[in-house]
């Protein structure tokens, strides 16, 4: 349960750090779609890192019911 809390921890680091960079990104000349890309990026990254950490958590669980 400890390990949950720490990766939402980091998720929400990663997703902070993505909406700074993607503020720096649509200041520097106005254009709104840099702030989307910048955005969209870091939105999928976080949606990827959630579907592998989901497969592992599957794989883990079947293992689980096997080995009992």
Known sequence: MRSNRIILLIAAGVLAWGVYQAWGAYRLNHNPWRFVMVL????????????????????????RRQGE
């Open 40 to 63: 969209g990026c870091t939105l999928a990254f976080l949606g990827f890192w959630a579907a592998m950490l989901a497969a592992r958590q599957r794989r883990l669980d079947r293992e």
